[in-house]
């Protein structure tokens, strides 16, 4: 096994590589280092000190990549099998612009406001912040919604009929969500929940959401996906 995943499971930039890795089939050691407690292994490789970095020794021994879209991005030009990229220009771009307004923006609003302010502070044995996470929910996370619901267009992917980086992209973070106990209404946001269910059941994403709801079952805030 030449590939290792630097990373802890509950970070949706991990869990989006998971999901990658899964799907092609491809065999990788995990190891779950932790971003507030980094080793001196991962503040070498990791020039921006976040998660996740992939180290591939068959490539050699300083082999790594940090950021998961490069990342997912090297996967699919190695590993080209069960291709997670469309092949056509516009598509191709529009797979990478979904990925990175998932990636920045709305995980931003979730990773802060919702999965920090109840997950994060109860693993630190702090108080859940309620107020902040009810808040961003109400008032920030709604255009995102509206956005990615928009962009469905009643179909079952964002592009074409098969599984692409979008897809992965757009659905991790709502794993966070639901972790702080957070999820869309189906009857404001209908297309995106049927989506989210459909894609959050495919094994790939839902052997990361069963070994990380273990991990936290003891802070008691149910899964609300």
């Known amino acids: ?19 990658v ?14 971003p507030f407690a980094p080793s001196e292994e991962l503040l070498a490789i990791s020039p921006l000190k976040r998660i996740p970095v992939l180290r591939d020794e068959s490539e050699g021994p300083d082999a790594t990549l940090p950021d998961s879209s490069a990342i997912c991005a090297y ?10 990229y469309p ?3 516009f598509a191709y771009g529009r797979a990478l612009w979904l ?12 990773g802060g406001g919702l999965f920090r302010a109840i997950i994060v502070n109860r693993l630190m044995r ?7 996470a009810d808040d ?16 469905l267009h009643g179909r079952a992917h964002y592009i074409g009929d098969t599984l692409t980086i979008a897809d992965i992209a757009v659905a991790s973070p709502f794993v966070n969500a639901a972790h702080a106990g957070y999820w869309p209404d189906a009857q404001r946001w209908p297309n995106l929940v049927r989506f989210l269910k459909a894609t959050h059941a495919r094994p ?21 996906g």
């Open 126 to 132: 702090k108080d859940a912040d309620h107020a902040l």
């Open 75 to 84: 996967l699919e030009r190695k590993y080209p099998a069960m291709p997670m």
């Open 204 to 224: 790939s994403f839902a052997a990361c959401i069963a070994e990380e709801r273990k991990a936290i079952q003891g802070l008691g805030v149910p899964y609300a």
């Open 136 to 151: 961003t929910w109400a008032n920030k996370v709604p255009r995102f919604l509206d956005y990615f619901e928009k962009e």
């Open 87 to 89: 092949s056509q220009p």
């Open 1 to 19: 096994m030449t590939i290792t995943l630097y990373g802890a499971a509950l970070s949706p930039f991990v869990r989006k590589v998971r999901v």
């Open 99 to 110: 990925e990175e307004y998932a990636d920045s923006d709305f995980i931003g609003s979730v």
């Open 21 to 34: 890795l899964a799907e092609k089939g491809i065999a990788y050691k995990h190891d779950p280092v932790s």
